[in-house]
């Protein structure tokens, strides 16, 4: 296992079109997390799933944004309706356990450009 | 709410010098708190973490950080700093039962030969 794998890892995209981007987290990772990075700043969390739980989403996640993770395996990020704003690194992270004291992996992260 | 403050944006250090980067951390409950650093282009890699027990870890690459609970810090060092290391380094807390990340802005490290 090579670790947390993004897919694509760069996403140009005309304002309006929708996106979707894939992660595949490192085997046996129960937990799954999505951030969002602009630039000049930390990540931000947006979502997390357990197993194929989506436990959490972040007020960031507006309406146009849905994540998935169907059987708990791999996970979909989609943006419709993409506006400028959205134009930023997105990161996704597993992590193994049920404990608050687990390690988080990342991705190499989707680049989205919106035009 | 949980927040982390990297008040340096920019510091730039001599190859072979000693490093330390600043972060403050605002954290209700024992605070986890993690050193990720981010070469460009790239994700994110852990360099250590700190649950419990001895307040000085060390990490990979040579580097250690201290927890400070009366201060609310935590403290990214090293003792001789090589042109590789030059990249952004975030210092998080986690939050939340299920450890969810709450980064700093980050602070930009430059090499100067």
């Known amino acids: 296992d090579t670790g947390v794998s993004q897919d694509p890892r760069h996403k140009i995209t005309k304002r309006g079109q929708n996106v979707t981007f894939r992660c595949d987290p490192i085997?046996?990772?129960?937990?799954l997390y999505w951030y969002r990075q602009t630039l000049g700043q930390g990540p931000e969390f947006l979502t997390y799933?357990?197993?194929?739980?989506?436990?959490?989403k972040s007020r960031l996640l507006s309406d146009r944004f849905s994540a998935e993770r169907p059987k708990g395996s791999f996970s979909t990020l989609e943006i419709q309706r993409t506006e400028q704003g959205d134009s930023a690194m997105y990161l996704c992270a597993s992590s193994l356990g049920t404990g608050e004291n687990t390690e988080a992996f990342f991705g190499q992260g989707t680049r989205l450009t919106v035009v | 709410a949980q927040s982390v403050t990297q008040p340096d944006i920019h510091i730039t250090v001599s190859e072979g010098a000693s490093l330390e980067l600043r972060c403050n951390y605002s954290y209700g409950a024992t605070p986890y708190l993690f050193w990720y650093v981010q070469s460009p282009g790239q994700g994110l890699q852990l360099l250590l973490k700190y649950f419990s027990g001895d307040t000085l870890v060390q990490g990979i690459k040579g580097f250690e950080a201290e927890f400070k609970r009366s201060q609310s810090s935590f403290n990214l060092r090293k003792p001789s700093v090589h042109w590789s290391d030059a990249a952004e380094y975030f210092c998080a807390v986690g939050a939340g039962g299920f450890q969810k990340l709450v980064f700093g802005t980050g602070t930009r490290l430059l090499v100067s030969p």
């Open positions: 085997s046996e990772h129960n937990r």
């Open positions: 799933f357990q197993n194929e739980a989506q436990l959490e």
